[in-house]
Protein backbone atom coordinates (compact mmCIF):
# COMPACT_ATOMS: atom_id res chain seq x y z
CA UNK A 1 0.00 0.00 0.00
CA UNK A 2 1.60 3.56 -0.63
CA UNK A 3 2.08 6.01 1.75
CA UNK A 4 2.70 8.52 -0.33
CA UNK A 5 0.03 10.21 -2.27
CA UNK A 6 1.61 12.38 -4.95
CA UNK A 7 -1.32 15.73 -5.61
CA UNK A 8 -2.78 16.38 -8.86
CA UNK A 9 0.19 17.88 -10.62
CA UNK A 10 1.66 18.11 -13.87
CA UNK A 11 4.16 15.22 -13.92
CA UNK A 12 7.93 14.81 -14.93
CA UNK A 13 8.94 12.43 -16.98
CA UNK A 14 11.75 10.49 -16.11
CA UNK A 15 14.90 9.70 -17.59
CA UNK A 16 16.50 6.45 -18.12
CA UNK A 17 20.08 4.86 -18.09
CA UNK A 18 22.45 2.25 -18.00
CA UNK A 19 25.19 1.29 -15.76
CA UNK A 20 27.89 -1.12 -16.66
CA UNK A 21 30.13 -1.99 -13.91
CA UNK A 22 33.67 -2.20 -14.70
CA UNK A 23 36.13 -5.46 -14.19
CA UNK A 24 38.07 -5.03 -10.73
CA UNK A 25 40.20 -7.82 -8.70
CA UNK A 26 38.28 -10.44 -6.81
CA UNK A 27 34.84 -8.86 -7.49
CA UNK A 28 32.09 -11.38 -7.78
CA UNK A 29 30.24 -10.67 -10.79
CA UNK A 30 26.61 -10.12 -9.90
CA UNK A 31 23.50 -10.99 -11.60
CA UNK A 32 22.45 -8.64 -14.77
CA UNK A 33 21.96 -5.02 -13.33
CA UNK A 34 20.93 -1.91 -14.28
CA UNK A 35 21.48 1.35 -12.99
CA UNK A 36 19.52 4.96 -14.01
CA UNK A 37 20.58 8.64 -13.70
CA UNK A 38 22.17 9.56 -10.20
CA UNK A 39 20.77 12.42 -7.90
CA UNK A 40 23.57 13.15 -5.10
CA UNK A 41 23.60 8.87 -4.44
CA UNK A 42 25.58 6.47 -5.29
CA UNK A 43 23.69 4.71 -8.31
CA UNK A 44 21.58 1.97 -7.27
CA UNK A 45 21.06 -1.91 -8.76
CA UNK A 46 18.68 -3.65 -10.25
CA UNK A 47 17.45 -7.30 -9.12
CA UNK A 48 16.60 -10.16 -10.55
CA UNK A 49 12.56 -11.38 -10.14
CA UNK A 50 10.17 -13.57 -11.86
CA UNK A 51 8.44 -13.50 -15.25
CA UNK A 52 5.48 -11.59 -14.35
CA UNK A 53 7.61 -8.28 -14.20
CA UNK A 54 8.08 -8.24 -17.73
CA UNK A 55 4.29 -7.81 -18.38
CA UNK A 56 3.95 -4.80 -16.00
CA UNK A 57 3.11 -1.17 -17.05
CA UNK A 58 6.30 0.86 -16.36
CA UNK A 59 5.34 2.48 -13.20
CA UNK A 60 8.24 4.12 -10.66
CA UNK A 61 8.01 2.45 -6.92
CA UNK A 62 9.81 4.24 -4.59
CA UNK A 63 11.56 3.57 -1.46
CA UNK A 64 12.85 5.66 1.47
CA UNK A 65 15.24 4.71 4.29
CA UNK A 66 15.37 6.88 7.43
CA UNK A 67 17.86 5.85 9.57
CA UNK A 68 20.04 7.10 12.42
CA UNK A 69 22.58 8.40 10.58
CA UNK A 70 21.19 8.73 6.66
CA UNK A 71 17.96 9.06 4.60
CA UNK A 72 18.40 7.70 1.18
CA UNK A 73 15.60 7.29 -1.41
CA UNK A 74 15.42 4.97 -4.61
CA UNK A 75 12.92 5.31 -7.16
CA UNK A 76 12.86 2.66 -9.57
CA UNK A 77 10.80 1.23 -12.29
CA UNK A 78 10.49 -2.85 -13.37
CA UNK A 79 12.93 -3.54 -16.45
CA UNK A 80 12.60 -7.45 -17.66
CA UNK A 81 13.72 -9.71 -14.93
CA UNK A 82 15.09 -6.85 -13.12
CA UNK A 83 14.09 -2.62 -12.32
CA UNK A 84 16.26 0.53 -13.71
CA UNK A 85 16.85 3.01 -11.08
CA UNK A 86 15.83 6.53 -12.35
CA UNK A 87 16.36 8.38 -9.17
CA UNK A 88 18.28 8.21 -6.14
CA UNK A 89 19.38 10.41 -2.76
CA UNK A 90 21.17 10.54 0.16
CA UNK A 91 22.01 12.55 2.61
CA UNK A 92 23.93 12.38 6.02
CA UNK A 93 21.55 13.93 8.95
CA UNK A 94 22.44 12.39 12.23
CA UNK A 95 18.99 11.67 13.16
CA UNK A 96 20.25 9.97 16.00
CA UNK A 97 22.75 12.73 17.30
CA UNK A 98 22.25 13.21 21.13
CA UNK A 99 19.95 9.86 21.37
CA UNK A 100 21.76 7.92 23.62
CA UNK A 101 22.30 10.29 25.98
CA UNK A 102 18.62 11.66 25.95
CA UNK A 103 16.57 9.85 25.11
CA UNK A 104 14.95 11.93 22.50
CA UNK A 105 15.57 13.28 19.18
CA UNK A 106 16.76 16.07 19.40
CA UNK A 107 14.95 19.35 17.21
CA UNK A 108 18.00 19.94 15.19
CA UNK A 109 18.00 16.30 14.05
CA UNK A 110 14.73 16.32 13.14
CA UNK A 111 14.93 19.89 11.48
CA UNK A 112 17.33 17.86 9.30
CA UNK A 113 15.90 14.92 8.51
CA UNK A 114 12.76 16.85 7.36
CA UNK A 115 14.99 19.28 5.34
CA UNK A 116 16.55 16.10 3.64
CA UNK A 117 12.39 14.24 3.33
CA UNK A 118 11.60 17.43 1.64
CA UNK A 119 13.80 16.96 -1.23
CA UNK A 120 12.48 12.86 -1.68
CA UNK A 121 8.71 14.37 -1.58
CA UNK A 122 9.47 16.63 -4.51
CA UNK A 123 11.14 13.74 -6.29
CA UNK A 124 8.19 11.34 -5.81
CA UNK A 125 5.88 13.91 -6.88
CA UNK A 126 8.32 14.79 -10.32
CA UNK A 127 8.49 11.23 -10.77
CA UNK A 128 4.71 9.75 -10.82
CA UNK A 129 5.60 7.46 -8.41
CA UNK A 130 2.95 4.74 -8.30
CA UNK A 131 3.72 3.16 -5.41
CA UNK A 132 5.96 3.85 -2.57
CA UNK A 133 7.28 2.50 1.00
CA UNK A 134 9.12 4.51 3.45
CA UNK A 135 10.60 3.22 6.87
CA UNK A 136 12.54 4.90 9.86
CA UNK A 137 14.41 2.09 12.19
CA UNK A 138 16.50 2.57 15.28
CA UNK A 139 16.41 6.09 15.98
CA UNK A 140 12.61 6.34 15.64
CA UNK A 141 12.23 2.99 17.43
CA UNK A 142 14.27 4.05 20.78
CA UNK A 143 13.47 7.91 21.03
CA UNK A 144 10.39 8.65 23.49
CA UNK A 145 9.64 11.27 20.84
CA UNK A 146 9.46 8.99 17.80
CA UNK A 147 5.75 8.81 17.06
CA UNK A 148 5.69 12.55 17.48
CA UNK A 149 8.42 13.21 15.23
CA UNK A 150 6.57 10.73 12.13
CA UNK A 151 3.16 12.81 12.85
CA UNK A 152 5.48 15.99 11.83
CA UNK A 153 7.02 13.87 8.66
CA UNK A 154 3.46 13.09 7.41
CA UNK A 155 1.96 16.71 8.27
CA UNK A 156 4.90 18.55 6.69
CA UNK A 157 5.87 16.29 4.18
CA UNK A 158 3.27 13.82 2.99
CA UNK A 159 5.13 10.93 4.03
CA UNK A 160 3.91 8.35 5.93
CA UNK A 161 7.01 6.74 8.02
CA UNK A 162 6.52 2.98 9.15
CA UNK A 163 9.07 2.45 12.21
CA UNK A 164 9.90 -1.01 11.65
CA UNK A 165 10.88 -3.42 14.13
CA UNK A 166 15.02 -4.70 13.60
CA UNK A 167 13.51 -8.29 11.94
CA UNK A 168 11.74 -6.49 9.54
CA UNK A 169 15.01 -4.77 9.19
CA UNK A 170 17.04 -7.73 8.94
CA UNK A 171 14.76 -9.36 6.50
CA UNK A 172 14.65 -6.38 4.03
CA UNK A 173 18.63 -5.90 4.49
CA UNK A 174 18.70 -9.71 3.26
CA UNK A 175 16.04 -9.09 0.50
CA UNK A 176 17.86 -6.20 -0.82
CA UNK A 177 21.44 -7.60 -1.34
CA UNK A 178 21.83 -11.37 -0.74
CA UNK A 179 22.02 -11.73 -4.78
CA UNK A 180 25.53 -11.01 -4.09
CA UNK A 181 26.82 -13.68 -2.26
CA UNK A 182 29.26 -16.65 -2.96
CA UNK A 183 27.72 -19.27 -3.67
CA UNK A 184 29.07 -22.44 -1.46
CA UNK A 185 27.87 -25.17 0.63
CA UNK A 186 26.43 -24.77 3.86
CA UNK A 187 24.65 -21.33 5.73
CA UNK A 188 26.57 -18.03 5.35
CA UNK A 189 26.46 -14.88 6.95
CA UNK A 190 25.11 -11.04 6.36
CA UNK A 191 24.90 -7.91 8.68
CA UNK A 192 24.01 -4.45 8.30
CA UNK A 193 26.07 -1.98 10.14
CA UNK A 194 23.66 0.91 10.70
CA UNK A 195 23.85 4.21 12.77
CA UNK A 196 22.06 3.02 15.70
CA UNK A 197 22.32 -1.14 15.54
CA UNK A 198 23.42 -3.97 13.88
CA UNK A 199 21.86 -6.85 12.44
CA UNK A 200 23.58 -10.12 11.56
CA UNK A 201 21.21 -12.66 10.01
CA UNK A 202 22.57 -16.44 9.45
CA UNK A 203 20.72 -17.78 6.31
CA UNK A 204 20.12 -20.60 4.05
CA UNK A 205 21.09 -19.50 0.20
CA UNK A 206 20.29 -21.11 -2.65
CA UNK A 207 16.67 -20.20 -3.15
CA UNK A 208 14.67 -17.29 -4.77
CA UNK A 209 14.28 -15.84 -1.01
CA UNK A 210 16.94 -16.73 1.73
CA UNK A 211 15.19 -18.67 4.55
CA UNK A 212 16.54 -17.06 7.81
CA UNK A 213 18.16 -19.85 10.16
CA UNK A 214 18.91 -17.59 13.16
CA UNK A 215 19.26 -13.56 13.45
CA UNK A 216 20.33 -10.88 16.05
CA UNK A 217 19.96 -7.14 16.71
CA UNK A 218 21.90 -5.12 19.01
CA UNK A 219 21.34 -1.51 19.60
CA UNK A 220 25.30 -0.34 18.71
CA UNK A 221 25.32 1.28 15.05
CA UNK A 222 28.49 3.63 14.39
CA UNK A 223 26.52 6.76 16.10
CA UNK A 224 24.87 4.93 18.85
CA UNK A 225 28.13 3.38 20.18
CA UNK A 226 30.22 6.26 19.18
CA UNK A 227 28.06 8.32 21.39
CA UNK A 228 27.96 6.18 24.38
CA UNK A 229 32.23 5.75 24.42
CA UNK A 230 32.31 9.58 24.36
CA UNK A 231 35.00 11.84 22.19
CA UNK A 232 38.21 10.87 21.05
CA UNK A 233 40.66 12.42 23.29
CA UNK A 234 44.43 12.29 24.12
CA UNK A 235 46.89 10.15 22.07
CA UNK A 236 47.36 7.02 20.19
CA UNK A 237 47.31 4.86 23.38
CA UNK A 238 43.94 6.42 24.49
CA UNK A 239 42.52 5.84 20.97
CA UNK A 240 43.60 2.23 21.18
CA UNK A 241 41.77 1.66 24.82
CA UNK A 242 38.86 3.35 23.33
CA UNK A 243 38.50 1.31 20.50
CA UNK A 244 39.05 -2.04 22.95
CA UNK A 245 36.11 -0.85 24.64
CA UNK A 246 34.01 -0.47 21.77
CA UNK A 247 35.24 -4.14 20.82
CA UNK A 248 34.31 -5.79 24.00
CA UNK A 249 31.21 -3.63 24.15
CA UNK A 250 30.10 -5.50 20.82
CA UNK A 251 31.65 -8.77 21.37
CA UNK A 252 29.51 -8.63 25.19
CA UNK A 253 26.07 -7.78 23.05
CA UNK A 254 26.91 -10.56 20.49
CA UNK A 255 27.98 -13.43 22.85
CA UNK A 256 24.62 -15.31 23.21
CA UNK A 257 24.11 -15.78 18.95
CA UNK A 258 27.81 -16.16 18.72
CA UNK A 259 27.25 -19.36 21.03
CA UNK A 260 23.97 -20.25 19.30
CA UNK A 261 25.62 -20.37 15.50
CA UNK A 262 28.79 -21.96 16.49
CA UNK A 263 28.15 -25.38 15.41
CA UNK A 264 27.68 -23.73 11.84
CA UNK A 265 31.10 -23.25 11.37
CA UNK A 266 32.36 -25.08 8.31
CA UNK A 267 35.61 -24.86 6.37
CA UNK A 268 33.90 -22.29 3.96
CA UNK A 269 32.24 -19.72 5.65
CA UNK A 270 30.53 -17.25 3.20
CA UNK A 271 30.08 -13.25 4.98
CA UNK A 272 28.42 -10.33 2.84
CA UNK A 273 27.99 -7.04 4.74
CA UNK A 274 26.07 -3.84 3.46
CA UNK A 275 26.62 -0.59 5.49
CA UNK A 276 28.92 2.23 4.66
CA UNK A 277 31.49 1.33 6.92
CA UNK A 278 32.10 -2.10 4.77
CA UNK A 279 32.06 0.25 1.38
CA UNK A 280 34.16 2.42 2.73
CA UNK A 281 36.31 -0.01 3.91
CA UNK A 282 36.54 -1.51 0.57
CA UNK A 283 37.60 1.67 -0.92
CA UNK A 284 40.31 2.75 1.32
CA UNK A 285 41.69 -1.05 0.32
CA UNK A 286 41.61 -0.35 -3.35
CA UNK A 287 43.06 3.11 -3.14
CA UNK A 288 40.19 4.97 -5.11
CA UNK A 289 40.54 8.59 -5.23
CA UNK A 290 36.45 8.88 -4.91
CA UNK A 291 33.96 6.64 -4.09
CA UNK A 292 33.01 4.44 -7.31
CA UNK A 293 29.97 2.12 -6.52
CA UNK A 294 30.96 0.29 -9.54
CA UNK A 295 34.31 -1.02 -8.30
CA UNK A 296 33.06 -1.54 -5.08
CA UNK A 297 29.46 -3.17 -4.77
CA UNK A 298 30.02 -7.24 -5.23
CA UNK A 299 33.53 -6.84 -4.49
CA UNK A 300 35.44 -9.57 -2.83
CA UNK A 301 37.82 -8.55 -0.09
CA UNK A 302 40.38 -11.15 1.71
CA UNK A 303 39.16 -10.51 5.88
CA UNK A 304 42.53 -9.85 6.97
CA UNK A 305 43.27 -6.78 5.02
CA UNK A 306 39.55 -5.38 6.45
CA UNK A 307 41.47 -6.39 9.65
CA UNK A 308 44.11 -4.51 9.18
CA UNK A 309 42.63 -1.07 7.62
CA UNK A 310 40.63 -1.51 10.51
CA UNK A 311 43.74 -1.26 13.06
CA UNK A 312 45.01 1.38 10.93
CA UNK A 313 42.03 3.75 11.15
CA UNK A 314 41.54 2.81 14.71
CA UNK A 315 44.86 4.70 15.71
CA UNK A 316 44.96 7.56 13.70
CA UNK A 317 43.43 10.73 14.78
CA UNK A 318 39.80 12.17 13.78
CA UNK A 319 42.36 14.61 11.84
CA UNK A 320 44.44 12.19 10.30
CA UNK A 321 41.16 10.09 8.88
CA UNK A 322 39.70 13.32 7.35
CA UNK A 323 42.31 13.68 4.90
CA UNK A 324 41.77 10.27 3.39
CA UNK A 325 39.94 9.52 0.33
CA UNK A 326 36.15 8.42 0.91
CA UNK A 327 36.53 9.09 4.24
CA UNK A 328 36.37 12.56 4.94
CA UNK A 329 34.86 14.99 7.46
CA UNK A 330 31.27 13.17 7.47
CA UNK A 331 32.97 9.75 8.34
CA UNK A 332 35.99 10.75 10.32
CA UNK A 333 34.69 10.35 13.74
CA UNK A 334 32.05 7.45 12.94
CA UNK A 335 34.17 5.05 10.89
CA UNK A 336 36.27 3.80 13.59
CA UNK A 337 32.86 2.57 15.79
CA UNK A 338 32.28 0.48 12.53
CA UNK A 339 35.42 -0.83 12.24
CA UNK A 340 34.91 -2.30 15.80
CA UNK A 341 31.85 -3.93 15.06
CA UNK A 342 33.68 -5.39 11.35
CA UNK A 343 35.77 -7.10 13.88
CA UNK A 344 33.62 -8.48 16.21
CA UNK A 345 31.67 -9.75 13.46
CA UNK A 346 34.87 -11.22 12.21
CA UNK A 347 35.41 -13.27 15.18
CA UNK A 348 31.95 -14.44 15.41
CA UNK A 349 31.68 -15.79 11.96
CA UNK A 350 35.12 -16.26 10.59
CA UNK A 351 35.03 -16.23 7.08
CA UNK A 352 38.44 -15.81 5.06
CA UNK A 353 36.58 -13.20 2.24
CA UNK A 354 34.03 -10.43 3.15
CA UNK A 355 31.73 -9.82 0.00
CA UNK A 356 30.96 -5.72 0.06
CA UNK A 357 27.01 -4.65 -0.89
CA UNK A 358 26.40 -1.50 -1.71
CA UNK A 359 22.78 -2.00 -1.76
CA UNK A 360 20.16 -2.94 1.20
CA UNK A 361 17.02 -1.82 2.73
CA UNK A 362 15.62 0.04 0.14
CA UNK A 363 16.39 -2.71 -2.41
CA UNK A 364 14.63 -4.69 -0.21
CA UNK A 365 11.47 -3.19 -0.16
CA UNK A 366 12.00 -2.46 -3.87
CA UNK A 367 11.81 -5.57 -4.57
CA UNK A 368 9.22 -6.99 -2.06
CA UNK A 369 6.98 -4.39 -3.84
CA UNK A 370 7.24 -5.11 -7.09
CA UNK A 371 7.18 -8.87 -6.72
CA UNK A 372 3.62 -8.12 -4.64
CA UNK A 373 2.29 -6.06 -7.29
CA UNK A 374 3.48 -8.46 -10.01
CA UNK A 375 1.84 -11.06 -7.84
CA UNK A 376 -1.29 -9.54 -7.75
CA UNK A 377 -1.87 -8.48 -11.57
CA UNK A 378 -0.96 -12.46 -12.70
CA UNK A 379 -4.12 -13.50 -9.76
CA UNK A 380 -6.02 -10.73 -11.47
CA UNK A 381 -5.44 -11.91 -15.04
CA UNK A 382 -5.76 -15.58 -13.64
CA UNK A 383 -9.39 -14.19 -12.48
CA UNK A 384 -10.44 -12.74 -15.77
CA UNK A 385 -9.38 -16.04 -17.94
CA UNK A 386 -11.44 -17.83 -15.46
CA UNK A 387 -14.31 -15.76 -15.82
CA UNK A 388 -14.41 -15.78 -19.64
CA UNK A 389 -14.81 -19.60 -19.59
CA UNK A 390 -17.26 -19.76 -17.61
CA UNK A 391 -19.10 -17.00 -20.27
Known sequence: MADFSPPDERRGKAATGAGRPPGGPRKRKPRRETSGENSGDRPGPGVQQGSAW???????????????????????????????????????????????????????????????????????????VHLARSVATEACRRASNGMEFIERVRSETGIQLDIITAEEEARLAVLGCHVLLEDGPGPAMIFDIGGGSTELVLIESGAPVPRILDWQSVPWGVVSLSETIGLEEGDRDHRLSRYGEMRRIVTESFAEFAARIAHHHNDALRLLGTSGTVTTLASLHLNLPQYDRR????????????????????????????????????????????CAILESILDIWPAPRLGVADRGIREGILRGMMTADADGMEAQAALRRLRRGMA
Open 295 to 338: AVDGLIVPAKAMRSISDRLSGMSPDERRTLPCIGRERADLVVAG
Open 54 to 128: RRQPRQAYAAIDLGTNNCRLLIARPADDNFVVIDAFSRVVRLGEGLAQTGRLSQEAMDRAVGALRICSEKLRKRN
